[in-house]
């Protein structure tokens, strides 16, 4: 059965510096999306992105996070300076279209900000 | 605020028992919901959902009910197995948006066997 994978499954980075969370969103899926959960949290959202623009975010999702679909395959998250509170679970969802709203998650990745 | 919620957080029932889960919302503009199981480490699993236009929607062992006039989702799951153990968050999609889906904070459900 066709799956949302994410790499890496954990990542640690120091406070300021760069990361970039990966994910193959399910092959034939158009609609990609990044949630995040704090540690004992709900799942929030940050960003949908459909034909390559994004198309909502959230309050969360601030100058500091960018979203990308380099190739055919990978949907990416970056962070440009991470600060302690985004340490969290980061999952990665897509949906087929726009008519069917099944979103399938990923497995996440777990942030830690030192 | 409006948010989607849960009225027990942590449930425990014998194998073998029904489980019944409650989700409460109040966007009246939601027009679809969808129930997620988490296990520990691992994304949210999807189990079943339902648009805002039924009231009731069966799977392999789940039932999901929507009640519109109350603004009250449940899931049900028949037989409860150790392997339902895990964190089940219902989330809303809010008719105005475009997928977002807003999540409650989630039931523990513990099955002993």
């Known amino acids: 059965e066709p799956e949302v994978t994410q790499t890496p499954s954990h990542q640690v980075t120091q406070m300021g510096q760069e990361v970039i969370l990966r994910c193959v969103p399910i092959?034939?899926?158009?609609?990609f999306y990044w949630y995040r959960q704090i540690l004992g949290q709900k799942v929030e959202f940050l960003v949908s992105f459909y034909n390559n623009e994004i198309s909502e975010k959230s309050e969360i999702f601030d100058d500091q996070f960018s979203v990308e679909r380099p190739d055919g395959s990978n949907f990416t998250l970056k962070i440009r300076s991470t600060k302690l509170e985004d340490s969290a679970m980061y999952f990665c969802?897509?949906?087929?279209?726009?008519?069917?709203?099944?979103?399938?998650f990923g497995p996440g990745t777990r942030l830690t900000v030192l | 605020g409006e948010s989607v919620g849960l009225h027990l957080p942590t449930l425990s029932v014998q194998e073998g028992d029904n489980s019944i889960i409650n989700c409460a919302y109040s966007n009246s503009a939601s027009d679809y919901f969808i129930w997620y199981k988490q296990e520990s480490g691992k994304g949210p699993q999807f189990i079943i959902d339902i648009r805002s236009n039924m009231d009731k929607r069966q799977g392999q062992r789940v039932t999901v009910l929507l009640n519109k006039t109350v603004k009250h989702l449940s899931l049900q799951i028949a037989a409860t197995q150790p392997g339902d153990s895990a964190v089940y968050f219902c989330?809303?999609?809010?008719?105005?948006?475009?997928?977002?889906?807003?999540f409650g904070r989630g039931t523990q459900l513990t099955v002993w066997p």
């Open positions: 969802a897509s949906r087929v279209s726009g008519s069917a709203d099944t979103q399938y």
């Open positions: 989330a809303e999609k809010r008719g105005s948006t475009l997928g977002r889906l807003y």
């Open positions: 092959s034939n899926h158009l609609y």
